[in-house]
């Protein structure tokens, strides 16, 4: 019987067919009416429950009165070195901007340093631009509404033309892409993209005793559509890493991209499991609450500085998630 309808009405039970499973017209369903009063019960008992739920959600969510020690200490030390971190980034940008205010003070003694200032001027200027589009600027160089541009890496198999066997690019652990990456896992799918584990063969990571580094493959489905907002997603991936302060800002940082195969690829640095599947995990398996108070509010000072970061930038986070 549904939830909150007493043992007394067991007599609804009594008037429903039994269950065939060798029949194959079975329904596969049951149908129990109930009264207004046996109805308004079973509302009143889900609404309870539901109650009981958030109580025992929020009070694991709190966790106990009394907070780690330890943990607040290391969130305030974290707290103090981003305080710093952030003074010393303020002192540095008033220095070039004095240093750049000192220089534009300083005339030309003569007519060779004019003509070494326009020389390098003009190397400068051939650096921001395409060969062959003069008027078009590379990534990051250009005001709003400029035409801007970068470079597509397309790999391929030399002497072989024609089109891949099937529209899916499938990667198994041990193959090895772009002649480059060796796949070790699937990381997950989306709507959009899959991506892998990989190691990158043509690199070391220092932090990792000089080992090759591990990176993430991010494998665009080979539809246009997703071609196209990919590569939005690679423009503004290009602007953040240009600025060298991705790790500081807690923002992923893009290592590379290419086409290959009929999809264009994506590769990022390698993060862990994502805060959703972590704390789902914990629920699943009744482990002890890690999402407390203290630590939602470091985490929520990292999006924050991360905000601040993209937004110094002239970009808008459109699908931020309470």
């Not at 534009?104 to 062959?132: F, M, Q, R, W, Y």
């Not at 801007?148 to 690019?169: A, N, R």
């Not at 796949?183 to 190691?199: D, H, Q, V």
Request: proline share 4%; net charge negative; aromatic share 8%.
């Amino acid at each position: 019987l549904p939830f909150g309808v007493d043992g007394q009405s067991n007599q609804l039970l009594d008037a429903i067919p039994a269950w065939d499973e060798n029949d194959s017209n079975e329904a596969g369903y049951r149908i129990i009416r109930l009264t207004k009063i046996q109805l308004l019960r079973v509302e009143r008992a889900f609404e309870w429950m539901i109650n009981q739920l958030k109580v025992n959600s929020e009070k694991r969510l709190n966790g106990p009165a009394d907070c780690d020690s330890n943990f607040e200490r290391e969130l305030q030390a974290a707290e103090k070195l981003l305080d710093d971190e952030e003074r010393r980034v303020s002192a540095a940008q008033n220095t070039v901007h004095a240093s750049a205010s000192k220089s534009s003070s300083i005339k030309s003694g003569s007519n060779n340093d004019v003509d070494l200032s326009k020389a390098a001027s003009t190397d400068s200027l051939a650096h921001c631009t395409h060969p062959d589009f003069p008027g078009v600027k590379a990534a990051g160089e250009g005001e709003m509404g400029d035409l801007e541009y970068f470079h597509l890496p397309i790999i391929f198999k030399s002497h072989v033309t024609g089109f891949e066997p099937t529209k899916d690019l499938v990667l198994e652990p041990g193959n090895v892409i772009a002649g480059q990456y060796l796949i070790e896992s699937e990381l997950g799918s989306a709507a959009f993209s899959t991506a892998y584990k990989c190691i990158n063969l043509n690199s070391s990571d220092p932090d990792n005793g000089g080992q090759n580094e591990e990176v993430c493959l991010k494998v665009i489905k080979n539809t246009k559509d997703f071609f196209d907002q990919s590569l939005d997603e690679i423009k503004i991936l290009e602007l953040l890493r240009q600025t060298g302060k991705c790790q500081e800002n807690h923002v992923v940082e893009m290592k590379s991209f290419f086409y290959h195969r009929e999809h264009l690829v994506i590769v990022t640095e390698l993060l862990r499991q994502n805060l959703f599947e972590f704390g789902k995990f914990i629920l699943d398996n009744d482990e002890e609450p890690y999402f407390t108070i203290p630590r939602l509010a470091y985490i929520t000072r990292q999006c924050l500085i991360s905000l601040r970061f993209v937004h110094s930038l002239s970009l808008v986070h459109s699908d931020v998630k309470p």
